[in-house]
């Protein structure tokens, strides 16, 4: 998996791409918005230990500065999974995505272009769009030469816990994702895969409503899990062993073709 040309911001440590390899099934791992794969590595490596093919890319931007990630927009984000998943998919039989948050909303935004993909697991997904009044705050923001907000990271109910993500939210780049959940909440429907949807009541970044979304529009069998104990990034929480347990028993079962 390539990285970051020379000249590029250094990538945080820990904040690096990765791969495992595996098969004949395989799994695309995607992190969140301002967020890189710290968050999700522990499932990947969970996914790579039950003997699945592993991607987990580092999205456009993420793991290296603020800076770094106001040159990029949604096309860019999803452009890199998209090319990530065929490569996959082209050394494996059958391949799940999965996706914390905005990870969440690419992979569905993948499956409802890719009719192969064998199933969707969403972690605190973002797919109810947000209202046209907060886009207009976000517009006057960037009128009044403010191009970033306060950080949305590490929403984590655990004390102990910590998600290594950006100081700061950038505007543009959030307005980018807005207007491609705008364009997806249409699309949902085009989603014939099982879907796991894991949901934590208490979360302060993604409003559970898109979780029932995401669940009521797509065209696929659909699995709910409550996330009970955990705040938004419960990859990282308190129940993230619930979340890597029933995960990788999804993917195994939707690859292996069985039913939902």
């Not at 580092?58 to 949604?74: C, N």
């Not at 096309?75 to 090319?83: K, L, M, N, T």
């Not at 939210?169 to 796991?196: K, M, N, W």
């Not at 409550?226 to 979340?243: G, I, M, N, Q």
């Amino acid at each position: 998996m390539s990285e970051k040309p020379l000249d590029a911001p250094p990538i945080l440590p820990g904040a690096e791409a990765w791969s495992a390899p595996g098969g004949p099934h395989g799994a695309l791992v995607l992190h969140g918005f301002t967020g890189n794969p710290n968050s999700v590595r522990g499932v990947a490596e969970a996914l790579a230990g039950a003997g699945l093919a592993v991607e987990l890319p580092r999205l456009p931007g993420h793991g290296t500065t603020v800076g770094d990630m106001m040159t990029t927009r949604f096309p860019d984000w999803s452009g890199a999974v998209e090319a990530a998943y065929l490569e996959l998919a082209s050394r494996c039989d059958e391949v799940v995505v999965v996706g914390l948050s905005m990870g969440g909303t690419i992979a569905a935004w993948l499956a409802s272009r890719h009719r192969r993909i064998a199933g969707v697991a969403v972690v605190n997904g973002m797919f109810q769009p947000p209202a046209e009044e907060f886009h207009q705050i976000l517009r006057q923001c960037l009128a009044q030469g403010l191009d970033h907000l306060p950080s949305i990271g590490s929403d984590i109910a655990d004390p102990a816990a910590r998600e290594q993500s950006y100081e700061a939210t950038p505007i543009e780049p959030l307005l980018s994702l807005f207007e491609a959940q705008a364009e997806l909440y249409d699309r949902l429907g085009e989603i014939h895969c099982p879907v796991l949807v894991l949901t934590s009541p208490q979360d302060h970044i993604v409003p559970p409503v898109s979780s029932e979304v995401l669940a009521e529009r797509v065209s696929g069998p659909v699995e709910r899990v409550p996330l009970e104990r955990s705040f938004h990034v419960a990859t990282l929480d308190y129940d993230k062993d619930v979340v890597v347990e029933r995960v990788v028993e999804f993917a195994l079962r939707v690859c292996a073709g069985l039913p939902a």
